[in-house]
């Protein structure tokens, strides 16, 4: 069982629109969790990192979010941009293992 | 510094021929990773190395696998011989190491590599 779950597998948003995407772990002892934004044919991009005491952090129009307890994070993507269409990876470090997430399509239409 | 650099970029070869994909890490990183990424099993961690070191190989599929860092700059991951459900995305990543808890280095990937057995 993947120890990083992401939801929605895929998401479809017009331009201008926000969205949320979910990740969900289980992986421990928790280090830190960073999402990764990959666009198509190209390899990921970190957006941001997540350590235990942090609970929400911006990157411009995204913001990430983490509840350590419940072990969820959130990246939210304010007035969506067509450049915004990629993959978004979940990715837990336990240590110096990292775990990923499946991650989540996001398709902007005009 | 120009990043992760991955080459071929695209790779088609029928089954059964030997495969090379190359990598040079950013300069001063310590870890080299190799995943593969299909659409059905996401990023998998194929191996890694630590100061040129191999440190775990367990993702490696087969013995049809290998991977080698001669130095700090420079890995091979090789494929022979090739089949079919070898074709995948190949990335090389590199980071640097970060002492302490909580503090493990960012993940570079370089753009990968296309392999297409047919």
């Known amino acids: 069982k993947n120890q990083v779950e992401q939801s929605p597998q895929s998401l479809i948003i017009l331009e201008g629109k926000n969205c949320t995407l979910q990740c969900n772990y289980t992986v421990s002892p928790f280090s830190n969790l960073r999402w990764y934004k990959q666009d198509t044919g190209r390899g990921p991009v970190s957006l941001t990192i997540m350590t235990f005491s942090e609970n929400t952090k911006s990157n411009g129009r995204y913001t990430a979010t983490l509840d350590a307890d419940t072990k969820q994070s959130s990246l939210h993507i304010t007035a969506s941009q067509l450049s915004d269409s990629a993959s978004y990876i979940c990715v837990v470090t336990a240590w110096s293992d990292m775990r990923f997430g499946a991650g989540t399509r996001l398709t902007v239409k005009p | 510094d120009a990043g992760v650099i991955q080459s071929p970029r695209h790779e088609v070869t029928e089954m059964g021929q030997e495969v090379t994909l190359r990598c040079k890490p950013i300069s001063g990183h310590d870890y080299l990773f190799w995943y593969r990424q299909t659409m059905m099993r996401g990023l998998e961690l194929l191996i890694y190395?630590?100061?040129?070191?191999?440190?775990?190989d367990s993702g490696m599929p087969e013995d049809r696998f290998s991977a080698k860092m001669p130095n700090a700059s420079f890995s091979t991951l090789k494929i022979q011989p090739s089949e079919p459900r070898d074709s995948a995305v190949y990335f090389c990543a590199s980071r640097l190491h970060s002492p302490g808890q909580g503090a493990i280095g960012e993940l570079f990937f370089g753009e990968g590599s296309r392999l297409t057995v047919l």
């Open positions: 190395f630590n100061n040129n070191v191999p440190i775990d």
